[in-house]
């Protein structure tokens, strides 16, 4: 997978100017083919500096939004990683590139097969979606040293603070009321105990209990 011209003009005019200076995830996002992530009739737009739609009322977020929430979440090459509401499967196939193995929990069965066909296309084989209630998690390949969550709750699911591993980093989108943005949160474990810092507003399909066939 080699570097293209589109990611190299996304990392210089959106990425860079606006505090991500991560190299590994720079070099990650400029290498994947967005492109490959949205519908044949918005490839022209993979790049552009908003959310696309990927149908069955989703998106995919924009990549400012995808490059802030890996970087804030600091991933290693030997952290094992979670991510609930996978969508199109771009997030994943970014944090594949920076960790050792990365799970995927979409509650939308046609997004999450379509997505793992992404990821297969696409040769990326440390990377695996779920059908399955994200609000739930993956428990079993827990621990976790990185969770990602693309879709916003009122609250952090206890499910998922039980998943984080001691030392581990969260990064969820909280929605605290209708007439505010939802806050972009960082949580860190340490010694059993959360400790939580606010990021910047964001907005974020729902997170759902349940899953949709």
Same mark, same amino acid.
């Given at each position: ?8 003009? *996304? ?9 991500? !200076? ?6 990650? *996002? ?7 992530? !949205?519908?044949?009739?918005?490839? +022209?737009?993979? &790049?552009? /500096? ?7 009322? #989703?998106?995919?977020? #924009? ?17 094992? =990683? ?7 499967? &771009? #997030?994943?196939?970014?944090? $594949? ?29 440390? =990377?695996?979606?779920?059908? $399955? ?10 621990? &976790? ?9 009122? %609250? !952090?699911?206890?499910?998922?603070? /039980? ?8 990064? *969820?989108?909280?929605?605290?009321? %209708? /007439?505010?943005?939802? /806050?972009?949160?960082?949580? +860190?474990?340490? #010694? ?22």
């Amino acid at each position: 997978m080699g570097t293209n011209p589109r990611g190299l003009r *996304m990392i210089a005019e959106q990425l860079r100017p606006r505090g991500i !200076v991560d190299e590994r995830i720079l070099a990650a *996002m400029a290498e994947l083919p967005r492109e490959e992530f !949205v519908a044949r009739e918005h490839r +022209r737009l993979a &790049y552009a /500096d908003h959310p696309i739609a990927i149908g069955r009322g #989703q998106t995919i977020s #924009q990549p400012l939004v995808v490059a802030a929430m890996t970087q804030a979440v600091a991933p290693g090459p030997e952290d094992l =990683a979670l991510e609930v509401g996978t969508g199109s499967g &771009y #997030q994943a196939a970014v944090l $594949a590139r920076l960790c050792r193995r990365v799970v995927g929990v979409e509650r939308d069965a046609e997004l999450a097969t379509r997505g793992a066909a992404i990821l297969a296309r696409l040769g990326i084989a440390n =990377a695996e979606i779920h059908h $399955a209630d994200g609000s739930l998690g993956w428990p079993s390949a827990a621990p &976790y040293d990185v969770i990602v969550v693309s879709a916003a709750a009122v %609250q !952090v699911p206890a499910s998922l603070v /039980d998943q984080l591993a001691e030392g581990g980093r969260m990064v *969820m989108p909280v929605a605290h009321s %209708q /007439d505010r943005p939802q /806050d972009l949160l960082l949580l +860190r474990k340490r #010694q059993g105990r959360l400790e939580t810092m606010t990021l910047f507003p964001v907005l974020f399909v729902p997170l759902l209990e349940g899953t949709a066939d």
